[in-house]
């Protein structure tokens, strides 16, 4: 895998290391949102001073089966954030009536921050399985883009950053629109100004890249100076100066945040080349196998093709204690419970099932009414 990716012009980008809120430990590099090539580069370069993330990372990376058509980079309109959490988070949340830092990290450059993933929705999902498969189709045979339309599209978008109906965070999400979030910071933390999109960094974690788009007021525009803002890219009506130049990761066009990930898969299950589609073979060959593409005589594991996946995550400042106020009413009009992943990052004893978090928030609503009705009369 290594000979499959260049070096990249890493500059002077230093490799730090860090210890999560969850107590994981992972890479990052500041100011800078890395491609998959950048970050095999960078660790790579420092091979020496990696944690056991970093090694498992580049251990990946040297197993990936590379294929021509694995980082296909579709256009996602940002249109949505979510906010998962736990329980006790999640109705601390609510008693405050807001966002705010309640366990400062003590990791440089992410203390007083307010984190939230960006969130596609399934119609721009769909339009890009269908876009990444007329791609693949247009180079492998037709017969074979026949047999595997349905795989191949779910090549594309299954990787954490796209499920809406699980999180790795937790059984409760607050969704709002981007832009009623930025509406919210402007109104109580910029004086009225539009608040600043800076790029914070990308993080390394063991299959994930993870890229980071601060929300600051133009008052800590010194603070953050070494920080670059998120570029804007001309109108879709104009022509790009320079066409050949690619576009960024995250950028602004026509009013509207992109986000242009690399890799939208975790788990890949059809490698495809030139030539058209390969599946492992059973080492047993079977009719059971040549008609299915599996057999007994293979387990599931042995022939996934891992990847390395994007993630899109912003972060609100809130220093000194301060709150991104949002009433009640609209707290519990925009939570929602989800499943959790397969492999959860949050502690054992605060996982929930689905059903015991909708009754949690059922309950809730009523209280809500309950009390609205009190204070009416």
């Known amino acids: 895998m290594a000979e499959s990716w260049a070096s990249g012009d890493l500059g002077n980008m230093e490799l730090q290391s860090f210890t999560s809120s969850r107590g994981s430990k992972a890479h990052c590099v500041q100011g800078e949102l890395l491609s998959l090539e950048g970050a095999y580069a960078i660790l790579n370069r420092n091979v020496r001073q990696l944690n056991l993330s970093g090694n498992k990372m580049l251990k990946t990376f040297d197993n990936m089966e590379l294929h021509d058509f694995q980082l296909i980079q579709q256009e996602f309109p940002v249109s949505y954030l979510e906010h998962v959490t736990d329980r006790a988070s999640m109705e601390g949340i609510y008693n405050e009536g807001g966002f705010r830092i309640v366990k400062p990290t003590l990791r440089p450059g992410f203390r007083d921050l307010s984190f939230w993933s960006a969130s596609i929705d399934s119609e721009n999902v769909e339009a890009a399985r269908e876009n990444s498969y007329g791609i693949v189709s247009r180079v492998i045979s037709r017969e074979m883009a026949r047999r595997y339309e349905g795989r191949i599209k779910a090549q594309f978008a299954n990787s954490p950053a796209f499920n809406a109906s699980a999180s790795r965070y937790g059984n409760f999400k607050f969704s709002f629109p981007l832009f009623s979030l930025l509406d919210l910071y402007q109104a109580q933390h910029c004086g009225g100004e539009e608040p600043q999109l800076r790029i914070l960094g990308t993080d390394m974690y063991k299959k994930e890249v993870a890229h980071y788009i601060l929300v600051t007021s133009p008052d800590r525009s010194d603070q953050f100076k ?97 709150c991104m106020e949002v009433s009640k009413g609209q707290l519990l009009k925009n939570l929602t419970a989800c499943s959790l992943d397969e492999k959860p990052l949050i502690e054992e004893s605060k996982r929930l099932k689905i059903k015991d978090a909708e009754d949690i928030i059922r309950q809730m609503k009523r209280d809500f009414i309950v009390r609205k009705r009190k204070r009416t009369y």
């Open 226 to 322: 070494n920080f670059p803002m998120v570029p804007t890219v001309r109108d879709s009506s104009e022509p790009l100066l320079n066409p050949s130049e690619p576009l960024p990761f995250v950028y602004r066009k026509d009013g509207i945040l992109y986000w242009r990930p690399e890799s939208t898969s975790s788990v890949l299950r059809v490698k495809i080349s030139d030539q058209g589609i390969a599946w492992r073979e059973c080492p047993i060959p079977c009719d059971y196998f040549i008609d299915n593409d599996y057999c007994c005589h293979i387990k599931e594991e042995n022939y996934k093709v891992w990847s390395i996946w994007n993630h899109l995550v912003f972060a609100f400042h809130l220093p000194n204690d301060l």
